[in-house]
């Protein structure tokens, strides 16, 4: 793993018996209706989550579906294995980097990540590992907080950006729907009530 991937996962690790509770307030008045809305779109017989943290999307899980999860983290996948046992969830937990995937090319009918690819080093080499075990007309979901198209809010995310990540290891200033444009989606939609920094993304393979 490279050292800045190495430094990231770390951080990852350090949070972990935490991380629940340092974003319980943020959870409770956005994210988790945002997850609802983001996970109602998955759909197919097997799915994939990237970035499955403590397991905070469980919840969402669709009850037809395979469902395998992976993270980078050891720490944060041991606290969703323990959630896994606590809910009875059915899913498969895997330890891997997004970047270099195990799966077969064609594995998935829909990849699913939400507020991962902050954190993703190379994030298009990610994004083109999920197209790559997608299967022809499956979906990628991303749920991600962006770069604010506000020029001084803009200037003032990548001013503290190194700070952020120094802390918890997640960019504040991606622009992950350009991201999602550079792969060989043939068809992306961004969701048109989404907020200026957080964006709700469906890319089609």
């Keep these: 793993m490279p050292a800045s991937a190495e430094k990231i996962r770390q951080r990852y690790d350090r949070l972990a018996p935490w991380f629940d509770s340092l974003e319980g307030f943020l959870e409770g008045l956005i994210f988790r209706r945002l997850r609802k809305k983001l996970w109602a779109m998955a759909e197919g017989e097997h799915i994939l989550e990237v970035g499955v943290g403590t397991g905070k999307n469980f919840t969402f899980y669709p009850d037809h579906a395979r469902m395998t999860a992976i993270d980078f983290s050891p720490k944060m996948l041991e606290q969703a294995q323990r959630k896994r046992e606590r809910k009875q969830v059915k899913v498969d937990l895997d330890l891997m980097d997004v970047q270099s995937l195990c799966y077969a090319d064609n594995s ?91 964006k709700l993304i469906r890319a089609v393979k």
């Design 108 to 198: 998935f009918d829909t990849v699913v990540a939400s507020f991962v690819f902050c954190s993703v080093p190379r994030p298009r080499k990610g994004l083109k590992e999920l197209y790559r075990v997608l299967k022809p007309g499956g979906q990628l979901l991303l749920l991600e907080h962006v770069l604010s198209s506000n020029r001084l809010m803009a200037k003032v995310m990548n001013l503290i950006n190194p700070l952020v990540v120094k802390i918890v290891g997640a960019n504040i200033n991606r622009q992950t729907v350009k991201n999602v444009q550079a792969c060989p989606f043939r068809s992306i939609f961004v969701d048109p009530r989404s907020s200026d920094m957080i």
